[in-house]
């Protein structure tokens, strides 16, 4: 009886080794398919690039690239006098413009100068218009204080009368 019940054990103890190195490796290939699948889904998802259909087109978007590609002396050193130029062999062979320049000059800066000076002055004539309105108002609130004080004067008065 022993050999026997020594038997089934070792057998019982062999189909759960088993059974639990299906399930580890089941577990694996769940996680090779969720990767797989997470994969494809991103693969899916890669926008794929807008093609150029008419020359028209290509001609503009080859235009502006150039156009951006380029940069003028007074674009790369607007603070440059003429008595500091800087010559070419100053420059490295990257940054010195090999085409014509721009068809026409950034005005970014400018535009960004103007609407920070024009908010500062719509904020200096805002702060202005209060200085004076609370100005308005201080004096509104003395005379009232002040027609109280004789209005109570008059009543305090009346009432020393009657007596």
Known sequence: EEDLLNDVCREVV??????????????????????ASMMEKQARMVVKPREVSSQEEKQRKAALLAQYANVTDEEEYPFLSETQ?????QLCRHCWPL??????????VQDVLNARR?????????????????????????????ERKEKE???????????
Do not use: H, M, Y
Request: hydrophobic share 25%.
């Open 14 to 35: 062999e189909k759960w080794s088993d059974s639990q190195v299906v399930d580890a490796k089941e577990e694996k290939e769940d996680e090779v398919q969720a990767i």
């Open 99 to 108: 085409t014509p320049p721009a068809l026409f000059r950034n005005t970014n």
């Open 85 to 89: 130029a800087v010559t070419p062999s």
């Open 153 to 163: 004067k008059k009543r305090t008065q009346k009432g020393e009368r009657k007596r």
């Open 118 to 146: 024009l908010e500062r002055e719509l904020l200096r004539d805002e702060f202005q218009k209060k200085k004076e309105q609370d100005k308005l108002q201080r004096e509104k609130d003395k005379l009232a204080k002040q």
